[in-house]
Structure formats: C-alpha cells, structure tokens
C-alpha cells in the first residue's frame, strides 16, 4: 500500500465520519422539531366543551398514525446505522486468503 493511498483512506473515514455527525444533527433536529410540534399542539388545543368527547377519533387517528411514523422512523434509523457499520472496511469479516504473511 502506498502513502498517498493510506492518506486516501483517512480522508475517507474523516469524510464518513462528518457525514454521519451531520446526518446525525439533523435528524436529531428533526426529532425535536416533531417533538415540540406534537407537544405544543395538545398544549394549545381548546379546552373540551362539557357535551364534548376529549379526543375525537380524528384525533386518535392522527396520533396513532404520527406515533407509527416515529416508530418506522426509529427503525429506519437504526438499520440503516447497522448496515453502514457492517459494510465499514474495519467492521467487514476477513475471508481466509485475505491473511497477511508475517515477515
């Protein structure tokens, strides 16, 4: 192996590893946005009338379906985070003929 391409390949685990801090800050960001949005809509949500049910079955509707997309969210995140470990070089399982000789 040469020099410049070991160079070549710290550059690339450097560059990986901004990606995944990036990627990381935004879809924390993201999370939290979703989080204070959620939070701020029961907040401020009229006060129920006396004849009035609390929740509608719009409303019960709506936070199954948001709290389903968090989940598949969740799930997307890690799996996604699992494979890119594996594929990683450092992570990648080593065949037989891939052994180094020692001097």
């Not at 959620?38 to 709290?67: D, G, M, Y």
Request: a positive charge; hydrophobic letters at 30%.
């Amino acid at each position: 192996m040469t020099r410049s391409s070991h160079v070549f390949q710290a550059n690339v685990t450097i560059f990986e590893l901004i990606q995944d801090i990036i990627e990381t800050n935004l879809l924390t960001k993201y999370h939290e946005d979703w989080t204070i949005n959620v939070a701020s809509r029961v907040k401020n949500a009229p006060p129920p009338h006396p004849w009035q049910p609390c929740f509608s079955s719009k409303h019960i509707i709506e936070t199954n379906l948001l709290t389903k997309f968090h989940n598949d969210w969740t799930i997307n995140m890690a799996s996604r985070e699992c494979t890119r470990q594996m594929l990683r070089s450092h992570y990648a399982r080593r065949t037989k003929g891939d052994h180094k000789s020692s001097p």
